[in-house]
């Protein structure tokens, strides 16, 4: 077990991104602000979160990292990081960006209060063509529902506050895993 665990932590290290660069958020704004489905959460959220890139790897154990940004009112107020850990069926490497919005004060206190964490009913929406998504743990549950960027979408909406959405970056894994993500905060 010790071996798959080092082998996994070797994947994922591979995979954990660089310090993001001022393009790099610009970029991730501009792909998840181009779906009509997220569009609106820009224009009405309270602020969001935002990883431009998540880094997946797992052999059976598997764990992801992200660093990212947090907004409120367009101004950035702090930095916050995104660590997943699972155990099941899975192989592989992924990346993708993801961004959490938040409808109200309410929900982004929830987020910036120190470590929060996504609950097993969480689930995030892909926002790109045949990719799926979901992000599940202990803690708060957040979730948006519509269909692929192509081809017809339920109109997605906040749940407890929050809305996920995931852009598939590239790679391929494939898993039947549990296990969470995590958030941390840290103020400017």
Do not use: C, W
């Not at 602000?33 to 890139?53: I, R």
Request: proline content about 3%.
């Amino acid at each position: 077990m010790k071996k798959v665990v080092l082998i996994s932590m070797l994947t994922l290290a591979l995979l954990v991104p660089l310090a993001a660069g001022a393009d790099d958020y610009s970029s991730a704004i501009s792909v998840f602000n181009s779906s009509p489905n997220v569009q609106p959460f820009f224009k009405n959220a309270y602020g969001y979160a935002l990883f431009p890139t998540v880094g997946t790897g797992a052999i059976v154990v598997g764990g992801a990292y992200g660093e990212g940004k947090v907004y409120r009112g367009g101004k950035v107020t702090g930095t916050a990081t995104l660590v997943h850990a699972s155990i099941g069926f899975q192989l592989g490497g992924k990346a993708f960006s993801e961004i959490v919005f938040f409808e109200d004060k309410r929900a982004y206190d929830t987020f910036i209060s120190g470590e929060f964490a996504f609950d097993a009913k969480a689930s995030a929406v892909a926002i790109t063509a045949g990719a799926q998504a979901q992000a599940s743990t202990a803690g708060s549950s957040a979730s948006a529902t519509a269909g692929p960027k192509t081809g017809s979408q339920a109109a997605a909406k906040y749940n407890n506050g929050m809305a996920t959405f995931i852009h598939h970056k590239g790679g391929l894994m494939g898993s039947l895993a549990v296990g969470g993500q995590k958030f941390s905060y840290k103020p400017l």
